[in-house]
């Protein structure tokens, strides 16, 4: 059995089974399928997220594996990725319980509460209104450095996300043009692979996820480049293939999601600088 809880935590559970509290926790279900369940709670006037992992079973293990996925059999993984985030200096949730028990895959029992983001918005919420009124391009030019800070941290240090997309960055909800030294937080870290060095298809796979996801918004080449000298300076000189790779997985995706041909901007900066 593996179990760590904050103070705060240790005193709400003092004498009692974490697991059993765990489990009997209520609140607003976001998701509930595969022996997920998540849901938003509150304690004491403050928000909380449970993840509960109650055991995929065999058939569900055996999916994943014969479509070459690694399956998601806890809630240690997003654990462990953001106490790694963490001290690599990337902004994300803040766990203040987590326990695991069993040892049989298919039927183990694990949770984790994290601090509810409070007062945030995602990026794919912030960005659209974007297509009827531009930002600053001090604005975006400082949120795509960010990103590409972000990712090149992540993946230096041997991290893909597996599911790197707009939607799952958070900024303050604050009204105010994204700045310099302002916090962006990457969550939905259950799928996350850390190794000590990134392959390079998880890589790619990262990367265009993360382009997909802003194809309706309006991006320039200079943006991509301005992503590309933060993110890899090397890809600017000659290293075609990786983005040959990333702008056919991003079209891909999107003409998969939306049934149509993505932008013709877009389309426009592929086919002039990706041969």
């Known amino acids: 059995m593996k179990l760590f ?27 509930s399928k595969e022996g997920r369940r998540t849901l938003r709670f509150e304690r004491d ?43 690599l200096g990337i902004d994300t949730m803040t766990p203040v319980a987590f326990g695991q028990c069993g040892i049989n895959p298919a039927t183990q029992l694990s949770f984790l509460v994290t601090e509810e983001l409070a007062g945030t918005i995602s990026l794919e919420d912030y960005c659209r209104p974007w297509g009827e009124q531009k930002p600053s391009l001090r604005e975006k ?15 230096e240090n041997g991290i893909n996300h597996r599911d790197y997309y707009l939607c799952h960055f958070l900024r303050a909800d604050d009204g105010k043009p994204f700045a ?24 790619v796979k990262d990367i265009a996820g993360l382009f997909y996801s802003a194809f309706d918004l309006p991006l320039t080449r200079r943006d991509i480049l301005c992503f590309l000298a933060q993110y890899r300076r090397d890809w600017l000189h000659g290293q075609a293939g990786e983005l040959r790779e990333i702008a056919q997985r991003a079209v891909a ?18 086919q002039r600088d990706v041969p």
């Open 45 to 87: 006037g403050r928000g909380y997220f449970l993840k509960l992992h109650e055991g995929v079973g065999w058939g569900e293990i055996a999916k994943n594996l014969l479509q070459l996925r690694a399956p998601v059999l806890g809630a240690a993984n997003e654990y462990h990725a953001c106490l790694r985030l963490k001290s």
């Open 253 to 270: 995706l999107y003409r998969k999601d939306f049934g149509r041909e993505p932008p013709a901007h877009i389309l426009s900066i592929i």
């Open 141 to 155: 030019r400082t949120l795509v450095r960010k990103l590409a800070t972000i990712s090149k941290t992540l993946h």
């Open 180 to 203: 310099s030294g302002d916090r962006l937080y990457l969550i939905d870290l259950h799928r996350v692979q850390m190794r000590a060095r990134t392959p390079r298809r998880w890589l």
């Open 5 to 31: 809880l904050d103070t705060r935590w240790q005193q709400y559970w003092q004498g009692k089974d974490p697991f059993a509290e765990a489990r009997a926790l209520q609140g607003d279900v976001y998701r």
